[in-house]
């Protein structure tokens, strides 16, 4: 295990579904990240939090709404997602926010919209 | 804008080979020059990383190779191994924002016995 736990690790829902995702850091790291990495595209940075607080916003659709209810712990609330949103969502953390010193990444959850 | 060009999108290397992947970039801010690798059903995790004053770092099989004036730098993993395959991101990176967070496409690799 990379230190950042990610579940689930698949997940499938209905475009009318509610269901979040999560993310869990053991490495005492202040900064947590979402990314999206979908086929042939780069990862794409969805949303930054440094202690608890939201960084950046990357013009992220209103169906994806990030929680980070304290520096170990972030989720991605997924709501009437459309089917361009299945992708492989990857939680990553760091030792200081916007630094690539430290960085981990979590396994991932592979979302399917159907 | 597309500051980060890697190539080739995959490749394909016979055992005991070398294998090279290139990155090139835009920004001249970029100050930390990482390759993240990932396996299937893994999220990314960095291998190696150089800075810009120096031109080469070898660890172990993998060397990155730095050119300033170019604005490229590249991963050469020698004697390749079927371990090896997997995607390859190059990731350059300079503080003071998210814009300082670019990954390249991706490299698939795929190592022949």
């Known amino acids: 295990e990379t230190g950042v736990t990610q579940t689930p690790r698949h997940l499938v829902m209905g475009m009318t579904n509610k269901k979040s995702l999560k993310c869990e850091q053991h490495l005492g790291h202040n900064a947590m990240y979402w990314y999206k990495q979908s086929a042939k595209k780069p990862l794409e940075l969805m949303f930054v939090?440094?202690?608890?607080?939201?960084?950046e916003n990357n013009s992220v659709p209103s169906r994806f709404s990030p929680e980070c209810p304290n520096s170990s712990h972030l989720f991605l609330h997924l709501h009437t997602l459309q089917p361009e949103d299945s992708a492989l969502y990857l939680c990553?953390?760091?030792?200081?926010?916007?630094?690539?010193?430290?960085?981990?990444f979590g396994s991932g959850t592979r979302l399917t919209v159907v | 804008q597309q500051q980060v060009k890697q190539s080739p999108q995959s490749l394909i290397v016979q055992k005991g080979g070398i294998s090279i992947i290139n990155c090139a970039y835009e920004?001249?801010?970029?100050?930390?020059f990482p390759w993240y690798q990932q396996f299937p059903g893994k999220g990314p995790a960095l291998l190696i990383a150089i800075r810009p004053d120096v031109s080469e770092k070898k660890e172990g099989r993998f060397t990155i190779s730095f050119n300033k004036s170019a604005k490229q730098f590249s991963l050469h993993i020698m004697d390749s191994q079927p371990g090896d395959s997997a995607t390859y991101f190059c990731?350059?990176?300079?503080?003071?924002?998210?814009?300082?967070?670019?990954f390249g496409k991706g490299t698939h690799l795929i190592i022949q016995p």
């Open positions: 920004n001249t801010a970029f100050d930390y």
């Open positions: 939090y440094s202690l608890e607080e939201r960084v």
């Open positions: 990731a350059p990176y300079s503080g003071g924002g998210a814009d300082g967070l670019t």
């Open positions: 990553a953390s760091s030792q200081e926010v916007l630094t690539h010193y430290g960085y981990t």
